[in-house]
């Protein structure tokens, strides 16, 4: 990975691993701000990712990776369980070729794209995370922006294979944390 994906996945990071600290056991059946997922669904979803993504890096098969879905990935501790699939994710990152195509869910895509999609699952879904436990989103303004000025397009390219919600309109006074809520419609 480069070194500005490197710096950004790492804020990624922080944001997720904020709104996650945040959880307390009561909010792990509220509803998230991920549509009819409960919080614990959702941090399910997102450490699940992480080893759905570490698998795709891989180059493991669509049967492999499918199979993953609807496991519990949660473990008796939810931080020590999303580090494990992220360190893992990570280490894989650094050492393949990520020009090599994955074949993702929506078609066959380089390996540098679906490492800024895990940047994006990570930002979004600590909104959306801290939107299920009630707290504001953790996220810093140079991830926002970079998101805004170097994932936009991902977004809205996701956004039209039913990843994400239609945009929102943007006011010209947004800072880059609310254009990244709205470009991602929420």
């Not at 501790?77 to 393949?96: I, N």
Request: charged share 25%.
């Amino acid at each position: 990975m480069d070194v500005v994906t490197t710096k950004q996945l790492d804020r990624a990071e922080t944001c997720w691993v904020t709104a996650l600290q945040r959880v307390r056991d009561s909010d792990l059946n509220r509803t998230s701000g991920a549509g009819e997922w409960t919080n614990a669904e959702l941090i399910n979803h997102l450490i699940g990712g992480g080893v759905r993504y570490t698998l795709l890096l891989g180059q493991a098969s669509t049967p492999e990776v499918e199979a993953t879905r609807g496991v519990d990935h949660l473990g008796d501790d939810r931080l020590e369980s999303f580090w494990a699939h992220e360190t893992a994710f990570r280490m894989l990152a650094e050492e393949c070729d990520l020009q090599v195509p994955v074949a993702h869910r929506i078609g066959s895509i380089p390996g540098a794209q679906l490492v800024q999609m895990r940047i994006l699952e990570l930002a979004l879904h600590a909104a959306d995370l801290s939107c299920g436990t009630g707290h504001d989103w953790p996220i810093d303004e140079s991830l926002a922006a970079f998101i805004v000025d170097e994932l936009g397009d991902l977004i809205l390219a996701l956004g039209s294979e039913g990843g994400y919600s239609p945009p929102r309109p943007i006011d010209k006074g947004a800072s880059a944390a609310q254009r990244v809520l709205l470009l991602s419609g929420r």
